[in-house]
């Protein structure tokens, strides 16, 4: 049985989302980034990146979840075309959100929230980082149904991650017309909808 060790995090969420798409049984092991689980000898002898999301799938241990969403696509033969143009699209896609969109709102999100001391040039940097990036995440969606093409991929489940958590870098979809279009058709997905009640369950309740 395939295991997912992660949170309800904008990069662990990625994971179940693309195994209930794929029809693929999976057994979730809450790791509570909040209270330093990714940091136990356990997890780290599974990840020494000491970060979540992890798949287990047989002796593969594999980390990175744009790595782990190709890993489930090659398997099952879903969401990434087989070869041409349209495979290097979701690529093309999936390095954009690794590379820019993930950092950019990971960055916006430490330097607004978390940061022990203000640091306005750092925050105004990965914050209009942030906004170029959604803006042009925009524009695409004005020509394409989804984020490589005509067809749902991995790679809109890459973007969704970080979309769905828009609010810890205080980024807001008002006036990107697209991409509300395109990020409520996604939420809406039975798939996806049950992905993420299925992480959002692993955060205990305040008493
Ligand atoms: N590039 C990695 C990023 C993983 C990542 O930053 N995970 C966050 C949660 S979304 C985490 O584990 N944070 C805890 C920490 O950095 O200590 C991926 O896409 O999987």
């Known amino acids: 049985m395939i295991e997912l060790y992660g949170f309800a995090t904008p990069n662990s969420v990625k994971v179940p989302i693309a195994l209930e798409e794929m029809g693929l049984s999976y057994v979730l092991k809450p ?15 599974l990840n020494p990146n000491g970060k979540v999301p992890v798949l287990v799938d047989g002796a593969l241990a594999l980390s990175e979840s744009a790595a782990i969403l190709v890993h489930l696509a090659e398997k099952t033969g879903r969401l990434l075309p087989r070869d041409g143009a349209d495979r290097a ?40 980082e942030a906004n170029r990036v959604l803006d042009r995440l ?5 020509e394409r149904r989804f984020v490589a093409g005509d067809d749902f991929t991995i790679a809109d489940i890459a973007h969704f991650g970080w979309l769905w958590r828009r609010e810890f870098p205080g980024m807001t979809l008002d006036g990107r017309p697209n991409l509300v279009r395109w990020f409520d058709a996604v939420a809406a997905r039975p798939a996806v909808r049950h992905a993420i009640a299925r992480v959002e369950a692993l955060v205990p309740q305040a008493a």
């Open 31 to 45: 790791v509570n980034i909040r209270q330093g689980g990714q940091k136990t000898a356990d997890f780290l002898a």
């Open 89 to 128: 699209r979701v690529f093309e896609q999936l390095f954009f959100h690794a590379s820019a969109l993930g950092p950019a709102f990971g960055n916006a999100g430490f330097f607004k929230r978390l940061a022990t001391e203000p640091q306005p040039l750092a925050e105004a940097r990965f914050t209009t």
């Open 138 to 142: 925009d524009a695409l969606l004005g």
